[in-house]
């Protein structure tokens, strides 16, 4: 805030105190995709100590990520990839992959072990129905030489981790690449990697362009400000730079992957033979996660010209101190 409009009738708030703009947004390496920006005022009676407590859900995001974003990504490549973070609204689980809670009931909890063929961790052998839930004998309620609530659920939560994560988005992806015969590819990015996405560059700066220029603190003034950065950005090709910034990146990974390798290799020289046939053999698959197939073809060759990137942003339209004169 410029000095002449600090004054001894400034008061405090503290930071995020306000309404908001909450915006989906993409873009590529060639700058935003403006026609996919979804805009919408924040409910301020929802916040509390969370900024997410807003309108921070899957509901918004799903209908966007399914209506807006897949359709303008087969328009710009229909093999394009959309690279997605770990925030929680993103990466939403299907009802399958959810871990079991105790709240779903005995008997439920029992099955989910059968169907998931949990087994004994000190014998390995696969659990009965009788194992878990144990017998009722005529004319009783109560069963008997079963496992108990905790441990039930416990067995159910360790079988449910030797799954495979699958996430809503996946789902999407799928029908519409069936629907519309495209090749779009979902990629989620590690945890705490946002080097990795090059649209945190891109919000960081739109954040610190507003923050820097907001003298009338309004909505409207807030929203024009954001759209002022965009323009700025594409014209400085701030997108690129960011973009080559992210592969920078990767390249430091994939230096420090292959000194790790190296090191791996020298210290198990003297392994048996077998062993490092066995090794070599699984060595390819190694590194791929389960947001991604081992079938589907090397992603490395598609990311530097064909990214969306969805995360969601706010836009404060308070910063940590304002004169209420200009309200």
Not at 14 to 29: H, L, M, S
Not at 265 to 274: A, L, P, R, Y
Not at 289 to 298: A, F, H
Request: proline share 4%; charged share 35%.
């Amino acid at each position: 805030m410029d000095p002449e409009l600090r004054d001894d009738t400034m008061e405090k708030y503290k930071t995020g105190r306000g309404r908001r703009w909450c915006i989906n947004g993409a873009g590529t390496k060639d700058g935003w995709l403006v026609s996919v920006f979804d805009i919408w005022p924040g409910n301020v009676k929802k916040i509390k100590d969370d900024y997410h407590a807003e309108v921070m859900d899957g509901d918004r995001y799903t209908t966007w990520f399914k209506t807006v974003l897949l359709p303008a990504t087969r328009a710009i490549d229909p093999r394009g990839i959309i690279v997605v973070d770990r925030a929680s609204y993103h990466l939403l689980l299907t009802e399958d992959s959810k871990s079991p809670q105790s709240n779903w009931g005995l008997q439920k909890l029992v099955q989910y072990c059968i169907d998931n063929n949990a087994v004994d961790d000190q014998t390995g052998q696969k659990y009965s129905w009788e194992d878990l839930y144990g017998v009722v004998p005529i004319g009783k309620k109560q069963r008997k030489n079963g496992k108990t609530m905790k441990e039930i659920v416990a067995i159910a939560r360790a079988a449910h981790s030797k799954r495979t994560k699958r996430y809503k988005y996946q789902d999407w992806l799928r029908e519409f690449n069936e629907k519309h015969g495209s090749d779009i590819k979902g990629l989620a990015l590690p945890a705490a990697h946002p080097r990795l996405n090059p649209i945190e560059r891109c919000w960081g700066r739109c954040k610190n362009y507003v923050a820097s220029n907001n003298r009338t603190f309004t909505m409207e003034a807030v929203k024009e400000l954001f759209m002022d950065m965009v323009h700025i950005m594409d014209e400085e090709k701030f997108w690129q730079q960011s973009f080559d910034s992210m592969l920078e990146e990767m390249k430091l990974y994939e230096k420090a992957d292959n000194i790790t390798t190296q090191e791996d290799e020298t210290d198990d020289s003297d392994i048996d033979d077998v062993v490092d046939d066995s090794l070599d053999e699984s060595g390819d698959n190694s590194s791929s996660n389960g947001d991604v197939s081992n079938d589907d073809e090397d992603l490395d060759d598609r990311i530097p010209s064909r990214v969306c990137s969805p995360p969601r942003m706010q836009l404060r339209i308070r910063s940590k101190t304002r004169n209420p004169n200009l309200d």
